[in-house]
């Protein structure tokens, strides 16, 4: 499993071309023979990059649905739609597909956060707003989401 860790600003150009930040291209060094897999984030106006090992698992978990109930199909074509792979280049840049960088609003400056196996591409003044917006209950949702009793945690 993979463990990406840091936020990087970088920029795009006005083809959607970012050159990945060093310390990231490290991470990601292992990953780059396979591709990456790029889509519309569910909950944010946002971008996940996907390494290719990390989609697979993920389209192992989605066949297991039963594609003869609804709401299951709706969700599978929902999850997948804008769904592209990608590659990073020769020179360190990685080409967004202009549809998903007008579903995430890019416009020139970008974030490239780190979440967990996937990292998050945004615009950054949306990733800022993002940020600002849950700050007031982060506390809450850390105690709700990690807070249990159970969990061999942090802190």
Known sequence: MVNLIG???CKVDAKGR???????KKQLAPMMQE??????????????LYPMEEWNVLMKKMNG????????????????????????????RLLIPKDLVGFAGIEKEIVLSSAINIVEIWDKDKYE???????????????EVMGNDD????S
């Open 65 to 92: 649905l039963n594609r003869f109930k609804k709401k299951n199909n709706d969700f599978i074509r929902r999850f997948t739609a804008g769904v592209k792979t990608v590659e990073v280049d020769t020179n360190g």
């Open 18 to 24: 970012l050159m990945v930040p060093s310390a990231l």
């Open 7 to 9: 936020t990087y600003e």
């Open 129 to 143: 707003q993002a940020l600002d917006d849950s700050s007031d209950d982060f506390a809450d949702l850390a105690e």
């Open 151 to 154: 969990f061999d945690g942090i």
């Open 35 to 48: 591709g990456f897999v790029i889509k519309r984030a569910v909950f944010q106006n946002c971008l996940e």
